[in-house]
Nanobody, 115 residues
């Protein structure tokens, strides 16, 4: 079982930047993939960015060019760098990872984009 703990959320103005961090309890290099999802109020949870085990990276169309996912295997940490934030980026951001057809989730961190 893998546990994730996110940090770095907060209130930011439109156009601002924020970096989320996620520390895993075990080796992230052994996972099939690591990802960030988000859930806005009244909406379904959606994938934001994902790193596959082979190194391929996928982004949701809504964040491509503004967000960057990265990982530091030696620190078992996954990052989400967010630039040019918009009001519609507001939501709870969840770090997660997959292993052997199971998905492990963190508790989430709130990101609010507002002036």
């Amino acid at each position: 079982q893998v546990q994730f703990v996110e940090s770095g959320g907060g209130l930011v103005q439109p156009g601002g930047s924020l970096t989320l961090s996620c520390v895993a309890s075990g080796s992230i290099s052994s996972l099939d993939d690591v990802a960030w999802h988000r859930q806005a109020p009244g909406k379904q949870r959606e994938m934001v960015a994902r790193i596959l085990s082979g190194g391929n990276i996928r982004y949701a169309a809504a964040v491509k060019g503004r967000f960057t996912i990265s990982r530091a295997n030696s620190q078992n940490t996954v990052y989400l760098h967010m630039n040019s934030l918009k009001a519609e980026d507001t939501g709870v951001y969840y770090c997660n990872g997959g292993l052997a057809f199971r998905r492990y989730w963190g508790q989430g961190t709130q990101v609010t984009v507002s002036s």
